[in-house]
């Protein structure tokens, strides 16, 4: 309680400091007070004295009091559509749970290829894979799924934290963390924060980024990286053991524990595969993606396959809509009050001046906004933080908008792995205990790095491909 006091006290301490400094020459008094009570909430998120919605709801609260946001426009982003696509994937992750679907299919790919360690790898990442579009809680995939299961087959293979850690375990667990963060990266649905990306980008560049533009943009460096990860795990971390005799037949012994497939299992893969169709193909049938959202759990609802009681206790989903709605309408008003301009104005300005052209200062950009990642415990932070900021630089020293809006929308995500506290998961497997914290950072420094070189190598050219730029 003292600790949260002390934290608190210091999020209001650095509020009142920039609230108090002189606005920086040709910027707006209303707007630098505005970037006060937006950095205090930052800062709020970094340190989390209170739990981020808390914060966040904290800060509009203050904003409102202290006159620089009207009431109708703090609350403004609780009725965001993408507020409500989020928290309609939430619930479609919850169907999933609950019918024991997930579980099913990461079970179903162990039996199927899960022959030795490294195939056990390729198996919990395709089934990360697998789920990920419908499981917008990175959290909820890696610790309400898939950290059972590894944590099962781990001790079934006599390995524990400590001394026996390195036999499979630290391995598996790694594995996991790695693959959560690429697949949070290749779909919008993937990971809680990545709507929010989608509104910063409208809001600051005027770029529209759709579920399926986000897709097709992520998936081919994306499947690259989930085929070259778990090898490269395997050699710069190899477990003991390199047959996994058991694997197979404990998850054989679990799925005959679980019978035939459920009818409640037939109908979320029958809206799972429903709503991936009109996601996808929104271009084509102009379907507004949180309608499809919207109509999946009417649907789970109408089948029982949920009931409002789920929907009610579904705190994940409530929770970010309080802080995702009020970042939101933060930078709504950031926005409008020309704060953004004019910082992308003057850094964009600078670089210029400077004689760098786009793509080397596009570059630099990119690897202060990855590696600045080490002093955040929020990925959601981090992009409410610098996400923006980082976008209209880019745009303002020439980058494409839509190729740096995809650019720093992927790596928001692909930079996780970089701490043992990077991201949602991590508390739930770095807690376990397997891995020490040099080797997580060490590994995660190596793992990023490759991605980083996956993603703007392979995958520039796939934009390019693809018209991004």
Known sequence: MIKSKKKLFYVFLIGVL??????????DLFA?????????????????PMPIGAVAFTGVTAAVLLGVMTVKSAISGYGNSTIW????????????????????????IIKTIGKSSLTLGYAITFSDFIISPATPSSTARAGG???????????????????????????????????????????????????????LAEKTADVHITWGIWAAAAIVPGIISLIVMPYLLYKLFPPEIGKMPFARKMADDELRKMGKISLNEKIVIAVFVGALVLWSTSGLTDMDATAVGMLTVVVLLLTGVLNWRDVLDEKGAWDTMFWMGSLIALANALAKS????????????????????????????ILVYVYSHYGFASVSAHIGAMYAAF??????????????????????????????????????????????????????????????????????????LCGLW
């Not at 920039?18 to 910027?27: K, N």
């Not at 999933?96 to 679907?101: H, R, T």
């Not at 950290?147 to 390995?159: D, M």
């Open 18 to 27: 920039l609230w108090f400094c002189p606005s920086p020459s040709g910027l």
């Open 32 to 48: 630098w007070h505005l970037f006060a009570v937006f950095a205090a909430i930052i800062i709020g998120f970094i340190l989390q």
């Open 85 to 108: 696509l989020i928290i309609c994937a939430f619930l479609l992750a919850r169907a999933f749970i609950k019918s024991g679907l997930g579980k099913r299919i990461a079970f179903f």
């Open 145 to 199: 799924i898939i950290y059972p299961i590894i944590q099962s087959l781990s001790a079934a293979l006599g390995s524990e934290p400590g001394v026996t850690a390195r036999k499979f375990g630290a391995y598996i667990m790694q594995i996991e963390y790695q693959a959560n963060a690429i697949t949070c990266a290749m779909f919008m649905t993937a990971m809680a924060g990545n709507p929010l990306i989608v509104e």
């Open 338 to 365: 020309g704060f953004i301009k004019y910082l992308s104005t003057n850094v964009g300005n600078t670089i210029l001046q400077a004689g760098i052209p786009w793509v080397p200062a596009f570059g630099i950009l």
């Open 391 to 464: 976008l209209g630089v880019a745009v303002a020293v020439g980058a494409p908008p839509l190729l740096a809006a995809i650019t720093f929308a992927v790596l928001s995500n692909l930079m996780i792995p970089l701490t043992h506290y990077g991201g949602g998961a991590a508390p739930i497997l770095f807690g376990a205990g397997y891995v020490s914290q040099a080797e997580w950072w060490k590994l995660g420094f190596i793992i990023t790095a490759v991605n980083i070189l996956i993603w703007l190598g392979i995958g520039g050219f796939w934009w390019k």
